[in-house]
Nanobody, 116 residues
Framework: QVQLVESGGGLVQPGGSLRLSCAAS????????MGWYRQAPGKQRELVAA???????NYADSVKGRFTISRDNAKNTVYLQMNSLRPEDTAVYSC??????????WGQGTQVTVSS
């Protein structure tokens, strides 16, 4: 069994920053892609950013230049540094990992609220 545990969400003012972390643990031989998704009330879940085991990254257009995804392969951990946050970034953020070449696992989600 594999577990993904997220941390780092919270309330921040517009223009502020937050850093999300997601650590994977359990029966892990390899993790290929890791990513962050978000879902705002009344909206579909969307990909925010993803990173491969080799370090290649992909971002949603709405966060390019503001968010940075990174991972520590030795710790099976993925991070999302979020700068210049906007009210429209408010959502539940969930991490995802493709483990052992075939299985997708999800974290429980962490709330990010951007408001003055």
């Amino acid at each position: 069994q594999v577990q993904l545990v997220e941390s780092g969400g919270g309330l921040v003012q517009p223009g502020g920053s937050l850093r999300l972390s997601c650590a994977a643990s359990g029966s892990i031989f390899s993790i290929s892609a890791m990513g962050w998704y978000r879902q705002a009330p009344g909206k579909q879940r969307e990909l925010v950013a993803a990173v491969t085991s080799g370090g290649s990254t992909n971002y949603a257009d709405s966060v390019k230049g503001r968010f940075t995804i990174s991972r520590d392969n030795a710790k099976n951990t993925v991070y999302l540094q979020m700068n210049s946050l906007r009210p429209e970034d408010t959502a539940v953020y969930s991490c995802q990992a493709t483990v052992n070449g075939r299985y997708d696992y999800w974290g429980q989600g962490t709330q990010v609220t951007v408001s003055s």
